[in-house]
């Protein structure tokens, strides 16, 4: 088995940084030691393997993003990242963990809807990959089989208050799935926006003509986002069962996030880097010369990029620092525009939904260090030690400590990272900035003061310097615990 030590460099954890060596064995990390113990001459020296210099580097663990849906059936095509391109670029970003949501169809067993998505994963994945469960048809046979799911290691289900026809679960669906939360420790993930009020808006601006993806966020207001959270919270306290709201943009949904928890309910929240950076009227409202004011279809995705002028950015970033929302996530649901966005021209209703994130999650959110939104050992927490306990897989990720696997990230305050797909003249791309397959970037031009220098995966290097250095299949299924925020 491979030794490698990673020294000189400061190891930062959810709760403090140190100057410490860490000593990988295999697939484990074996000790965190303080610098340079293992000297040169030892026996232990002797043995290692590869020894990594971290000297002016952070030291910290690899990236979990709880929130991805490769393959994603959607809008009448697929998410555009399929399990092995999606998590080669987490990889290059330093994610080393995804959670992506396995889906259960109207009509479909649930048994068969996770068969399907263990088939697309195995074997091919960068990273170690689990499975949330998307429940599209709450019925008595799901109820009976969403039972099977934690000896399954999935211990999380999505319900959808949005998308009426497709993934959509009324209140008395909603209610159902919850009282089986309440029993098994499953937490309920919910998609909270009003589908049937956004469905009728909608329909009345396409009828007045306004059809460009603008107005996906118009249709989409706060309004629905905070009253759809509100009711996910009620009847979670109903039936006592734990609540994770995914994707939360606006300010008023946060809010209602925020007073539950005051209350002492089990309610958590994730938002995404979208919703910290991009905005209605930057990004939705974006015209180009290509695209004309068809550009804003880069950044449909549900929830909707908020108004900057309403505050909805801000917010969000206070709600990471006063602990509101505990984690971000990217929601990566990557399409691209040739093909893919297109067939929502003329209505932006037909769009399908997504943004492309995962190999920018931990680079954008360092951004935040850096602009001292957040202090370091919170963007750790935010990223990778609390999707880890949300989620029943702390211990074995998300912590530099013996015994943990050997995750890794070495990151570069120095170093710098340009995002984006540059073009020439004639508009043709000149090289690739991402590895995601998509044929834009939602964060084109994007400058980071960071570098995602080398990348460990249990105990494998799989980006360093530049290089990518691992292998489909490499990732391996994650069986998961329940929340452990939950007694
Ligand atoms: O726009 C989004 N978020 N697409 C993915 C599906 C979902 O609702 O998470
Ligand atoms: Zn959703
Ligand atoms: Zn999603
Ligand atoms: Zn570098």
Not at 4 to 9: F, K, P, R
Not at 121 to 129: L, P, S, V
Not at 338 to 358: M, V, Y
């Amino acid at each position: 088995m491979a030794t490698t030590l990673i020294t000189n460099g400061t190891v930062v954890s959810a709760t403090g940084r140190a100057q410490a060596d860490v000593l990988i064995d295999g697939e484990r990390i074996t000790a965190v030691l303080e610098p340079g113990s293992v000297l040169l001459g030892t026996d232990v020296a002797a043995s290692v393997d590869t020894v990594i210099d971290a000297a002016g580097k952070y030291v910290i663990p690899g990236g979990i993003d709880a929130h991805t849906h490769m393959q994603l059936p959607f809008g009448g095509t697929e998410a555009s990242d399929t399990f092995e391109t999606g998590t080669r670029a987490a990889a290059w970003g330093g994610t080393t963990s995804i959670v992506d949501f396995a889906v259960q169809t109207y009509g479909q067993k649930i048994q068969d809807g996770l068969a399907a998505w263990h088939e697309k994963a195995a074997g091919n994945c960068a990273i170690d990959y689990g499975f949330h469960q998307i429940v599209g048809d709450v019925n008595d046979e799901s109820l009976l089989a969403m039972r099977g799911l934690v000896d399954e290691g999935i211990s999380s289900f999505k319900l959808f208050m949005a998308y009426p026809g497709v993934f959509y679960s009324d209140d008395a669906q909603i209610l159902k799935a919850m009282q089986l939360s309440r029993d098994t420790g499953m937490l309920t993930m919910m998609h909270a926006e009003n589908g049937p009020a956004i469905d009728v808006l909608a329909a009345q601006l396409v009828e007045q003509r306004k059809t460009d993806p603008f107005y996906h966020g118009k249709a989409r207001a706060w309004e629905m986002e905070e009253e759809a959270t509100h009711r996910a919270i009620m009847l979670a306290k109903l039936t006592g069962a734990p609540l994770y709201i995914v994707h939360v943009s606006a300010k008023q949904a946060v809010e209602q996030v925020a007073w539950a928890r005051d209350k002492g309910q089990n309610v958590f929240a994730e938002t995404c880097p979208q919703y910290l950076y991009l905005s209605l009227e930057e990004q939705l409202g974006a015209v180009s010369e290509k695209w004309g004011a068809f550009e804003g279809a880069k950044w449909v995705c549900s929830t909707p990029l908020r108004s900057r002028e309403e505050g909805h950015q801000d917010a969000m970033w206070q709600s990471l620092r006063t602990n509101d929302v505990q984690m971000v996530s990217t929601d990566h649901c990557p399409f691209c525009m040739k093909d893919q966005k297109e067939l929502g021209l003329g209505d932006f209703r037909k769009i399908p939904n997504g943004i492309g994130s995962i190999e920018h999650r931990m680079d954008l959110m360092y951004q935040g260090v850096v602009t001292g939104e957040i202090t370091l050992e919170r963007w750790v927490e935010l990223t990778s030690t609390t999707p880890a306990r949300m989620f029943g897989l702390y211990g074995q990720k998300g912590v530099i400590q013996p015994g943990a696997d050997a995750d890794i990230v070495v990151y570069d305050p120095n170093g710098h990272t340009s995002i984006g797909m540059p073009v020439d003249e004639s508009g043709k791309p000149t090289g690739r900035t991402h590895h995601m397959n998509m044929d834009h970037s939602a964060w084109e031009g994007y400058e980071i003061d960071g570098h995602v220098d080398t990348v460990i995966s249990r105990g494998k290097v799989v980006v360093d310097d530049n290089q990518y250095l691992g292998a489909k299949g490499d990732g391996r299924f994650l069986k998961r615990g329940l929340s452990q925020y939950l007694i």
